[in-house]
């Protein structure tokens, strides 16, 4: 019913830029926080950075200055600018969405997971 869809990703050298965008589309009521997580092997996931439906954001702190994150609430998408990217920002890289959706006459809210993306950076 609910589909968060990841692009973007790839193989860049470090200093290079990428942007990636998440797209959620089904019966999507509304959208509240969006964001970006990441998963290096071996490591647990981590937060990259988070914006809220008014817009207000919240990074890590190795990102800041870095990346840059936004959406567009008519195409409830957000999007991650990543620039002067590091080795050590290989990882895949997830959004999430905590959203209502709507099935029938009813209403849930739930957090949704796109299936992530590979960013490497090479040195």
């Known amino acids: 019913q609910v589909q968060l869809v990841e692009s973007g990703g790839g193989l860049v050298q470090a200093g290079g830029s990428l942007r990636l965008s998440c797209a959620a589309s089904g019966s999507i009521f509304s959208i509240n926080a969006m964001g970006w997580y990441r998963q290096a092997p071996g490591k647990q996931r981590e937060l990259v950075a988070t914006?809220?439906?008014?817009?207000?954001?919240n990074y890590q702190d190795s990102v800041k200055g870095r990346f840059t994150i936004s959406r567009d609430n008519a195409k409830n998408t957000v999007y991650l600018q990543m620039n002067s990217l590091k080795p050590e920002d290989t990882a895949v890289y997830y959004c999430?969405?905590?959203?209502?959706?709507?099935?029938?006459?009813?209403?849930?809210?739930?957090?949704?997971w796109g299936q992530g993306t590979q960013v490497t950076v090479s040195s």
């Open positions: 914006i809220t439906s008014g817009g207000s954001t």
């Open positions: 999430n969405a905590n959203l209502t959706y709507y099935s029938g006459s009813f209403y849930y809210r739930d957090p949704y």
